[in-house]
């Protein structure tokens, strides 16, 4: 069975700022996704960032870029120039990359922006 | 991308009594969808896969008979909630594949409260 951790229940960043929010999991597969979620108080969940394991270059997503490192297990997620829009709920997920496969979760953490 | 919607978006039901819950994917085929509870501040646990035209698997700890899940059409996934008490107040979330084994496309999520 999969597990996904984030060990930061929560994390505050000066607005402009650079934060990095950490997630570590544990598959014995070699074929997966990870991603990062962001879910701000209307509770939609809105994809971020997805890193397929098999590509060992860094995804990134303008502000947002991941530091993934496969054999540690590690998938961090790094936001530059912090905005208050993304103050937010933030999950680390796994999904094998079978077709139709179910997400596992991080508890989360929840990020506040401050001005 | 694609679309998913739920209804209600947010439901009052009283302690015994039965609450439906509809997940639709607007604009694609989805033979597979998966309902997740989330509590307050809590990360999301998947509750049961939902096969179109087959009976659901339910995760460990998920009743069957109390959270009925019905995949009658490639467009419509349903969740009963059958004699509800105060403790399955929660947000529940559906998501589904759609076309892509990339990425789950999420709905907005049902805020169900039981008095």
């Known amino acids: 069975a999969q597990t996904v951790t984030q060990s930061q229940p929560e994390m505050s960043v000066q607005e402009a700022e650079t934060v990095t929010l950490s997630c570590t999991y544990d598959t014995s597969e070699n074929n997966y996704y990870l991603f990062w979620y962001k879910q701000p108080p209307s509770r939609q969940m809105i994809l971020v960032i997805r890193?397929?394991?098999?590509?060992?270059q860094n995804a990134t997503e303008n502000r947002f870029s991941v530091n993934f490192q496969k054999a540690a297990k590690s998938f961090s997620l790094k936001i530059s120039d912090s905005q208050l829009g993304d103050t937010a709920m933030y999950f680390c997920a796994f999904s094998l990359m079978e077709y139709g496969n179910k997400l596992v979760f991080g508890a989360g953490t929840i990020l506040r922006v401050k001005s | 991308g694609a679309v998913v919607s739920q209804h209600p978006s947010w439901v009052i039901c009283k302690s015994g009594t039965s609450v439906k819950i509809e997940c639709r994917s607007l604009?694609?085929?989805?033979?597979?969808m998966f309902w997740y509870r989330q509590f307050p501040k809590q990360s999301l646990m998947l509750m049961a896969t939902s096969n179109e035209g087959s009976k659901a698997t339910y995760e460990q700890g998920v009743e069957k008979d109390k959270f009925l899940i019905n995949h009658a059409s490639l467009t419509l996934s349903t969740l009963t909630v059958t004699s509800a008490h105060p403790e399955d107040s929660s947000f529940y979330i559906c998501?589904?594949?759609?076309?892509?084994?990339?990425?789950?496309?999420f709905g907005p999520g049902t805020r169900l409260t039981v008095t």
């Open positions: 998501t589904t594949s759609g076309r892509s084994r990339h990425e789950q496309y």
């Open positions: 890193q397929e394991a098999y590509k060992q």
């Open positions: 604009d694609f085929q989805a033979t597979t």
